[in-house]
């Protein structure tokens, strides 16, 4: 972590574990009616997980397989909210959210570029995947205590099922059509 990294976290701390189970538990609610939400949802959990095996990971090889699955389903999730639920923020008046959304999921693919060029059994591949983790995890816990909500509340019954549709064409798109990652 970079001197830059730690005195920003020192400053603004990141969410309590509390405070991302109530974000999910808000945009669980407000999934229950909108598909493309619950699939975003699905996407965050598949997110996490894939963290989790990338920093268990017992010997350089795992690790760079787990990297990979993690860079595919993070990029391709990615993409998915760049074309088609960024664009709908701002179609319902959200523009610097979805300009903040943006610009953090740019830096996540940038430093997950820079992770994959480290030594996955050095010290320095995972500081730099715990940091990604953290970047993530607050992007996500913007996306589901407000912004996502409030959107999938904002957008009307056919916005949202266009939303859906796209969101999932971009997804499989990257992914590839019926992936399980």
């Not at 945009?27 to 009616?33: D, E, G, H, M, Q």
């Not at 913007?142 to 064409?169: C, H, K, V």
């Amino acid at each position: 972590m970079s001197i830059i990294d730690k005195i920003v976290a020192a400053v603004a701390p990141p969410e309590s574990d509390e405070e991302r189970k109530e974000a999910r538990d808000r945009a669980r609610t407000a999934a229950a009616n909108c598909e493309w939400l619950q699939t975003v949802l699905d996407h965050h959990l598949k997110i996490e997980q894939a963290f989790v095996t990338a920093k268990t990971a017992n010997d350089a090889g795992s690790r760079r397989t787990a990297l990979k699955n993690l860079g595919t389903v993070l990029t391709g999730h990615a993409i998915a909210e760049e074309c088609v639920i960024y664009p709908a923020m701002v179609k319902h008046g959200e523009k610097a959210a979805a300009t903040m959304a943006y610009t953090e999921q740019s830096g996540a693919k940038m430093e997950m570029g820079l992770l994959d060029g480290l030594d996955p059994n050095s010290e320095d591949w995972r500081d730099k995947l715990e940091h990604i983790e953290g970047a993530v995890q607050h992007h996500v816990f913007e996306e589901e205590g407000t912004w996502f909500p409030e959107l999938a509340r904002a957008a009307s019954p056919a916005d949202n099922a266009m939303i859906s549709q796209r969101y999932n064409e971009e997804y499989g798109r990257y992914v590839g059509a019926g992936a399980v990652i």
